[in-house]
C-alpha cells in the first residue's frame, strides 16, 4: 500500500503557474505508475496527465497538453504537475494517483489503486 499526499494548490491569476507535489509514502515508488486527475464542483473528475514507472513517458489531456508538465522523482518518492499559462477553467481539486504495477499510461481513473486527498487550485480572471 501507498500514501500520497499532495501539495502546492493555492489561488493565482490567469497566466501563472504552479507546481504540484505529490509525496509518495510506503511500498517502494518505482511499482507506481502515477497520475494526475481534477474535478472541479458539479464536474465529474477528469484525467489530466499520466508518467510511467519510470518516468519515460507521459500522457496529457488535450486540455492542459503544451502547458502541463508531469515529472516524477523516483529516488524522493514524488510526482510533480507543472502548470504553466493557468486559464480560470483549470480551477478544481487535482489528485494524484497511484497505479500498482502497472506497465504503461494510464487515464482512467478506475485504473488507479490509491488516491491522494487532493489540494486546491483557484485561478481567478
Known amino acids: 500500500q501507498v500514501q500520497l499526499v499532495e501539495s502546492g494548490g493555492g489561488l493565482v491569476q490567469a497566466g501563472d503557474s504552479l507546481r504540484l507535489s505529490c509525496a509518495a509514502s510506503?511500498?517502494?515508488?518505482?511499482?507506481?505508475?502515477m497520475g494526475w486527475f481534477r474535478q472541479a464542483p458539479g464536474r465529474e473528475r477528469e484525467f489530466v496527465a499520466a508518467?510511467?514507472?519510470?518516468?519515460?513517458?507521459?500522457d496529457y489531456a488535450d486540455s492542459v497538453k503544451g502547458r502541463f508538465t508531469i515529472s516524477r522523482d523516483n529516488a524522493k518518492n514524488t510526482v510533480y504537475l507543472q502548470m504553466n499559462s493557468l486559464k480560470p477553467e483549470d480551477t478544481a481539486v487535482y489528485y494524484c494517483?497511484?497505479?500498482?504495477?502497472?506497465?504503461?499510461?494510464?487515464?482512467?481513473?478506475?485504473?488507479?489503486?490509491?488516491w491522494g486527498q487532493g489540494t486546491q487550485v483557484t485561478v481567478s480572471e
Open positions: 494517483a497511484a497505479n500498482e504495477y502497472g506497465l504503461g499510461l494510464f487515464s482512467r481513473g478506475r485504473d488507479y489503486d490509491y
Open positions: 510506503g511500498r517502494a515508488f518505482t511499482n507506481y505508475a
Open positions: 508518467i510511467t514507472r519510470s518516468g519515460d513517458g507521459t
